[in-house]
Structures are given as structure tokens and as C-alpha cells.
């Protein structure tokens, strides 16, 4: 409900973005991500700016999570994810907005370790098949 309230204030195409989020559901949402999204997004800003020194499984839930935030989360609602030991973070997508054809949602994904936290920012469109492609 809350994505309808936003999205009916974009202009040309409003509809289409209410329709692409709107039908998710919690179940879904609960779904692992599958290996084709994955490789779509190319790492998200956990691969590509945040996550380096991550183990595997850490940058699996992270990036999990950016999936998450960008299909299924209300604006400024955060997706937690945890890693092991001391390592957490969240990712808060911002509204979604029309860039031609594509839905398209600005992200900011927190990692903590170890008390230090570290902050990457970055945009992401969603494409035919569900995945999202973080723009460079």
C-alpha cells in the first residue's frame, strides 16, 4: 500500500511501477534469490564497493538483501541481513522511479564489523526477467 501512495505521484507510467512491486508477497519475499538474479546485479555495492574482505556466505546474505530491498521493500523501510561474528548490515531503498522502460530504485546498503560501519550508495533497474542491474 505504501509503494501504490508514492507511485501514483510519478508521472507517465505510474501504474506499471505499482504493478511490478505490488504483487510481491511476503512469502515471496522470503524466497532465496536465485543464481540468475544474482548474476544480474553483478555483486550489488556488497561485490563492488563494500564487501571485500567478506566471507562467501556473508556476501551471499548481503547482497540477498539488496535484492530485497529493491523488489520487495517499502521506501525507507531497511532489510536487515546478519553475517557471522560481529558483521551485520541494511539496505534501504529509496522510492521507485521510470528511466525509459525501466522501474528503477537509488539504494543505500550499511555493513557493520566489528563496530565500524561502512556505507555504499548506489542505483539499481529492474529488468524483464524480475533481476535488477546495478547502473556504473
Known amino acids: 500500500m505504501l ?20 504483487s510481491s508477497t511476503g512469502t515471496r ?6 543464481a540468475d538474479i544474482a548474476e544480474a546485479m553483478a555483486g550489488g555495492l556488497i561485490g563492488r564497493t563494500l564487501g571485500g574482505d567478506l566471507e562467501r ?13 529493491l523488489e520487495y521493500a517499502a521506501s525507507g ?20 522511479y521510470r528511466v ?3 522501474n528503477c530504485r537509488q539504494y543505500t546498503h550499511t555493513v557493520s564489523q566489528n563496530g565500524t560501519e561502512r556505507v555504499g550508495r548506489g542505483t ?11 547502473l556504473v
Not at 509503494?3 to 505490488?22: I, K, N
Not at 539499481?124 to 546495478?134: I, K, V
Open 100 to 102: 525509459g522502460s525501466q
Open 57 to 69: 556466505a556473508d556476501s551471499q546474505r548481503a547482497l540477498e538483501a539488496e535484492y530485497r530491498a
Open 77 to 96: 523501510q531497511p532489510v536487515a541481513w546478519q553475517g557471522g561474528g560481529r558483521l551485520s548490515g541494511q539496505v534501504v531503498a529509496a522510492p521507485p
Open 124 to 134: 539499481a533497474c529492474r529488468n524483464d526477467d524480475g533481476s535488477w542491474t546495478p
Open 3 to 22: 509503494l501504490a501512495g508514492c507511485m501514483s505521484s510519478t508521472s507517465g507510467g505510474g501504474s506499471s511501477l505499482v504493478g511490478a512491486f505490488a
Open 29 to 34: 519475499a522470503a524466497q532465496p534469490m536465485s
